[in-house]
């Protein structure tokens, strides 16, 4: 695919992320210039960094509701080591030295880079020692009685997030191409010496993107309707925000807190293709919001445009008990996405569980998304996805497995993995036991 | 492959010239004609049938599926007693349709969850939703419009889910059975000309109060069976909503059912050819005491709404009252019917 070089710089840039590539790279770089608009260095000393590899909330945009904006550019780099067997001590120092080599390239930050390195459950089992009861971390398994993804479960799963394109691409090159600089500073080690990508998936958000990317070429991406309805200021294909700051668990709360671990978090990521035609065109803004959000917040018109007037919070507390949920369903028949999964997604002390960072993308020119969800126990997200599901108001028959229920009927899962997060100091192919 | 083009076209077929049933390329607007002025709020003829092209049948885990498609359709999404009218926009390519049955018992399954994958030489043409619907040709079948990516081979990968047991009770043999989803592959040609070529026939006395016959699709259909061959003894039946109720009455009731008095079944099913209705909420009294009939698969019975009752005495009257009527997707002709039902007195 060749870079169209007439497109908008923001577009550009995301098209250059999405095609990847040393070519994708030195036409970002042919475009703007590193001397012209320099990337902030990272550290001298890596070990002054943080032990969270997750902990990205304070170095990342926040807006004036406390919202938290992801970087715009995303790259999901699923890894593999070659080989059976648990890695060596030579391949664990080159894969230290080669991400030491990114945190001195690189501020930790939106404008710079932001990333983690996080291992599966598969990768864990090439050691003789199982993970310890601190660590909840199953194989990824289907998650629905609807859906028969394909599971993720190469090793490693590099997760690299930038508001410049460059940087993204960048890394890559510099880890796993040819690159012998990242930002001025010389590459000694790469990941490319002891890991193999054995896929690469690349996502992006931020008001506008998904709108600026549902045709291409004038001809809608897969799951786009011809009426192009995305709006202009959604950042997501959806049409709504999403992410509000009081929906979301903070950092703290996902933190694994006890074992070798402590300070590491528990990541699954699925990828999901959407088929937006009959949610655009077959329903009203009213039933996308009861579909979204709660027939309560269509009722009560809670959401406004995107949904940017509800500030820092969906308000979707207020529409979760059981009473509540019948009663909208009776009078509406449908059930709100927000509403269904939240159920599960709250603690006795009404705290948030998980803390989700998906973004969209428009790889193999289909709309779809990448999901990240960070949770103490991997086995949280589950529960809050069985939630979401909503097979347990099917009893009303207007609710059925996807129609009626929430967003299922528009996307399809089609990967899940799941990865522990190591803390900083065993980010480095861990053993299950480190010491 | 098992392919075939099909119509058996039923009563108030005009125009002898059509016999054998091919036109030729039909344009869009021919292909979906204005609904009829004044539609009963019952069952009746729709302007026009098509016939189908099958694509193939295969089994997949414990389930038995054929597939087969048509020119696009519209046809209206149910959500309680709304419709909403999926009309046809040009970007669809066909109708996809599937019937999923236990190819033991060639039970018909009603409730699972259904995901059509369409790809062309690997890449995906479409992915969608499958709604639960009923035509009067096809009857109780998933279907949705499809896109698709011009002539050549496909492979649809159709995924069953499971069936929630909060949907649809299982009892005798059925039980703990359905829970599994699977995943089908059927490669088949598709061509506009082939599509095009499919039979299709428009109705003079649409409108009328009436249904046209089943096509023969290849696959069991979810009818009830007439009242002589309905397993227990028929005490009653009624009407509402243009729907048929009978009432049976079985001895003992069924394995997986809590109860140990006799056994109230409902076979709910559509007029003139008894399609079972499945997707509604019904409750029942009966005696002073009220009951959920619930929804419940069975192989003997099929698919009915039941509930274990103490003792059905001979001039009991069960009342019945739809709560929500069938959630199912529907074709042209039963878009208006099984919609506004009223309460029901049986004479037992």
């Known amino acids: ?65 406390g919202n938290v904006h992801l970087p715009r550019h995303q ?173 979301q668990a903070t950092e703290d709360y996902v933190t694994i807190r006890e074992g070798p671990f402590a300070d590491g978090t528990t990541k699954h990521v ?33 959401v406004e445009g995107v949904g940017d007037n509800l500030g820092a919070d969906s308000g979707i507390d207020a529409f979760l008990d059981p ?59 589950e529960d809050v996805r069985e939630a979401m599901n909503g097979d347990d108001l099917t009893d009303n028959p207007a609710i059925r497995q996807r129609v009626n229920n929430g967003i299922l009927e528009y996307i399809f899962v089609q990967h899940r993995g799941n990865f522990l997060v190591p803390p900083r100091r065993h980010r480095a192919l861990p053993t299950p036991r480190p010491a | 492959m098992n392919r075939r083009a099909v119509l058996r076209a039923g009563a108030g077929l005009v125009g002898a010239g059509v016999v054998g049933g091919c036109l030729q390329t039909e344009s869009r607007s021919v292909r979906s004609p204005p609904l009829v002025e004044n539609r009963p709020d019952a069952v009746y003829y729709p302007t026009h049938s098509e016939g189908m092209e099958m694509v193939g049948s295969t089994t997949a885990g414990e389930y038995r599926i054929a597939a087969m498609y048509s020119y696009p359709h519209r046809f209206w999404e149910v959500t309680g007693s709304d419709t909403n009218l999926k009309k046809l926009d040009g970007s669809t390519a066909m109708h996809f349709m599937t019937v999923v049955w236990d190819p033991e018992t060639e039970t ?20 969608t939703n499958m709604y639960a619907m009923l035509s009067q040709p096809m009857g109780l079948h998933y279907g949705n419009n499809v896109e698709g990516d011009g002539d050549g081979t496909y492979i649809a990968s159709i995924e069953v889910g499971s069936v929630p047991e909060g949907r649809v009770r299982r009892s005798g043999d059925f039980q703990g059975r359905f829970t599994e989803p699977a995943t089908a592959e059927i490669e088949f040609e598709y061509s506009e000309s082939t599509r095009d070529d499919l039979p299709y026939q428009e109705y003079d006395d649409a ?21 002589g061959e309905l397993p227990g003894e028929v005490h009653g039946t009624a009407t509402s909503g243009d729907a048929a109720f009978v009432v049976t009455v079985q001895d003992t009731v069924p394995a997986g059912i809590e109860g140990d008095g006799q056994y109230l079944s409902v076979f709910a099913h559509t007029p003139y050819n008894r399609m079972v209705l499945p ?24 698919y009915h709404y039941g509930a274990a009752v103490s003792e059905v005495a001979d001039d009991d009257t069960l009342s019945i009252t739809v709560d929500t009527p069938p959630q199912l997707t529907r074709h042209e002709g039963y878009e208006m019917a099984f919609l506004e039902m009223s309460h029901m007195e049986v004479q037992l």
């Open chain 2, 207 to 227: 409108g009328k109060r009436a249904a046209l016959e089943p096509m023969d699709m290849m696959a069991p259909s979810a009818t009830v069976p007439p009242e």
């Open chain 1, 75 to 247: 790259a999901f780099l699923y890894l593999t080591l070659d080989g059976d067997g648990p890695p060596g001590d030579e391949a664990r120092e080159t894969v230290e030295t080669a991400l030491g080599t990114l945190d001195r390239a690189y501020e930790r930050s939106n404008e710079g880079l932001i990333y983690s390195l996080a291992y599966s459950p598969s990768y864990f089992d090439r050691f003789g020692d199982p993970l310890p009861d601190s660590v909840d971390l199953p194989e990824p398994r289907r998650l629905s009685g609807f859906e028969n993804p394909e599971f993720d479960t190469q090793d490693a799963l590099l997760h690299l997030a930038s508001d410049r394109g460059d940087v993204v691409l960048e890394v890559e090159e510099a880890m796993f191409g040819d690159r012998s600089e990242a930002n001025g500073i010389a590459v000694d080690a790469t990941l490319g010496d002891v890991l193999i990508v054995d896929d690469r998936r690349t996502g992006f958000i931020g008001a506008g993107m998904p709108a600026e990317r549902q045709a291409q070429g004038g001809e809608p991406i897969s799951g786009i309707p011809d009426s192009l309805p995305v709006p202009d200021r959604s950042p997501l294909f959806m049409g709504f925000e999403a992410g509000f700051s009081g929906n």
């Open chain 1, 270 to 302: 699925a990828n999901l293709r959407q088929r937006l035609g009959d949610w655009y065109d077959e329903q009203s803004f009213e039933e996308r919001v009861m579909e979204m959000f709660s027939p309560g917040h269509a009722e009560q018109g809670l």
């Open chain 2, 108 to 127: 018909v399954l009603p409730n699972a969850s259904l995901t059509v994958e369409l790809t062309k030489e690997g890449a995906l043409a479409d992915q």
């Open chain 1, 1 to 65: 695919m060749d870079l169209d070089e007439s497109l908008p710089r923001r577009r550009f840039m995301k098209a250059a992320v999405a095609v990847g590539g040393a070519s994708a790279l030195s036409a970002c770089l042919g475009r703007a210039p590193r001397a012209g608009e320099p990337v902030p260095e990272g550290v001298s000393d890596p070990s002054e960094l943080p032990q969270r590899q997750h902990a990205w909330n304070d170095r990342v945009r926040v807006d004036g509701d």
């Open chain 2, 279 to 302: 997707s509604m909420t019904l409750s029942g009294a009966l005696a002073g005491d009220s009951f959920a009939l619930e929804p419940t698969l069975d192989p003997d019975l099929g």
């Open chain 1, 323 to 381: 009473e509540t949920i019948e009663q909208s369903i009776e009078e509406h028949g449908r059930v709100g996405h927000a509403q269904k999964a939240a159920r599960a997604n709250r603690d006795a002390d009404g705290n948030v569980r998980i803390l989700r960072r998906h973004v969209e993308s428009t790889d193999d020119d289909l709309a779809s998304l990448h999901f990240p969800s960070l949770q103490r126990r991997l086995s949280t997200f």
